[in-house]
């Protein structure tokens, strides 16, 4: 299962006022024992970023891509390419296809 350090440093955190997510979700995730449990931190921390500032967000979307990183570190191949690709796609629409994080 989820342990629980990294389960509490994630719902610890967002009671605060103001927090930092992608400093929460290193945390956290360096907290879990297995890759399991940092995919899940990852994937929390994506659908609350997603329900808070959009699917749209340079956040939300820096998120997705902790998850595809996460994903790739644990074989799962085809889930991380998936959402690299995702990544990719929503980079350029915001971005536009001349910026360094799209080329």
């Known amino acids: 299962g989820i342990s629980t350090l990294g389960a509490e440093i994630l719902h610890t955190s967002l009671r605060e006022p103001t927090f930092d997510l992608p400093i929460?979700?290193?945390?956290?995730a360096m907290s879990m024992s297995t890759s399991e449990e940092s995919e899940?931190?990852?994937?929390?921390?994506?659908a609350l970023l997603a329900k808070m500032l959009g699917e749209e967000h340079l956040d939300t979307i820096s998120a997705m891509d902790n998850l595809a990183?996460?994903?790739?570190?644990?074989?799962q191949l085809d889930e991380a390419i998936y959402v690299?690709?995702?990544?990719?796609?929503?980079q350029r629409q915001i971005l536009g296809d001349e910026n360094l994080a799209t080329i």
Not at 84 to 90: A, H, N, P, S, Y
């Open 40 to 46: 899940w931190i990852h994937r929390q921390v994506l």
């Open 24 to 28: 929460l979700e290193q945390q956290a």
């Open 84 to 90: 690299t690709r995702q990544v990719l796609e929503k």
């Open 69 to 75: 990183i996460t994903s790739g570190d644990s074989d």
